[in-house]
Each structure stands twice: as C-alpha cells, then as structure tokens.
C-alpha cells in the first residue's frame, strides 16, 4: 500500500520544501510526518543527544499544513527524498505526494512531543531570539577550526546551545537557533513569540512555526 497525502494549499508543497531544505542545511537526515484530522505535522530534528554522554537539548521544528484529505499516517523518511518528490509535484501541479520508502533508526522520531495539554508561561520576541540565535552561531564558527573532529564539533555546540537563554526559563539558546535557521522568525524585531510548557516540554510558537525543546531531566528541578 502506497501511502500519500494531499495538500489543501496549491502553494503549500513549495512552502514545505522551503522549510525541509532550511533543516537539511542543519541536520540533512530524515523528517517525521504525521497526518490525522485534516492536517500535517512536519518534525524536524535540529539538535539531540548523540549517545548517553552528550548532554544537547533536544530541539524540533514543527510546521503544520492543511490537508485536503483524510490521511492518517506516523512515518519517518529521508528529507532528500522527501523533498525530490515535492520538487516533481511543483513541476507537474501534481496534487497528491506518496510518501518514500520509510526509515527506522531514527532516534530523535521516537521522542513524540504532547498534542495537548499546554499552557502559555511566558513571551518573547523575534528580535531576542534572533540575537541569541546569531550570537551563538558566531560562537561556534570562532570555537570549532576547519577540519576539528566530529566529537569536538559535538561537545562544542552541545555548550552553546545548552545555555540558557535570559529571563526564560528552561528554554536554551538551541531554541533560537532553531528558530533563526528554520525561518520562524519575522523582519520585525518587537513581533511577540510565545512561549508555552507541557509536561518536560517547552514550547516557542511564532506566526511561522513552533520549535519544541525537551527539557533535561536536571532542568526539571530547577
């Protein structure tokens, strides 16, 4: 059985592949989908722990499009197919996109985000994320030389984008970079972002797209 989905939106299939070919820059490996009443969810992997030792956040982008049909659907695929498809459907104004063949080692994919049950706790703007989020991209490229190891390149970003972002709580700057390199955030630096705690949760919502941070297990009793 060939799985597939069809976008309410004519426009929306290039909206998607602008977003997926934003996160493969970052992290060129799969996305989760997600379809069920009418809409899309497309996760992202941004940022996650690479083994028990690695102390990263785990943080996802999530956007959301209207479906025209009923699809109902929980699957993991390559990002670079994924988006080879939509790039064949925007040049037949095909409708309909079959999902590709499905992947399962995906660590990040089985760590599944709450639906519901969120409460707002706060607010911030486009333009201190965009700061954080630029700042700490600045920090990397001045700790990490051409040629550094992979192991470094790992320890090094796991610090900068571990730390905290000021007067928000639980929130680290990996969610402002998330937010900058997925396009999330608007030209207009006073634009307000939510932000939103479920559970071990965390959540910063814009007009744009949502990017979801699991907190650590020490942060929890902070």
């Known amino acids: 059985m060939i799985r597939s989905f069809t976008l309410a939106d004519p426009l929306a299939a290039e909206d998607l592949a602008t977003y997926l070919g934003r996160a493969g820059r970052v992290e060129d490996g799969s996305v ?41 659907f ?10 080879d498809r939509l790039t064949r459907a925007g040049t037949l104004r095909a409708a309909t996109i079959a999902l590709p063949t499905e992947v399962s080692t995906v660590t ?3 760590i599944s985000p709450p ?22 991209i600045e920090a990397v490229a001045e700790a990490v030389p051409t040629g ?31 937010a900058v390199s997925l396009g999330f955030l608007g030209p207009d630096p ?9 559970g071990a949760w965390s959540r910063l919502t814009s007009t744009r797209g949502h990017v979801l941070v699991r907190r650590r297990s020490w942060s929890l009793l902070g």
């Open 190 to 198: 006073v634009e307000e972002v939510g932000v939103y705690e479920a």
């Open 108 to 110: 990040w994919a089985g």
């Open 32 to 72: 989760r989908l997600v379809a069920g009443s009418g809409v899309l969810a497309v996760y992202t992997a941004i940022l996650y722990p690479h083994g028990l030792l690695d102390e990263s956040p785990t943080v996802l982008g999530l956007r959301t499009l209207a479906l025209s049909d009923r699809s109902e």
């Open 115 to 136: 639906r519901g049950g969120w409460k707002r706790v706060g607010r911030t703007t486009a333009g201190i994320l965009e700061s954080v989020g630029r700042s700490g």
């Open 148 to 178: 550094t190891g992979e192991q470094i390149v790992r320890r090094v970003r796991s610090e900068v984008w571990g730390r905290p972002i000021d007067a928000l709580e639980h929130v680290p700057a990996g969610a402002a970079f998330a």
């Open 74 to 83: 929980d699957a993991v695929v390559p990002v670079r197919s994924l988006l």
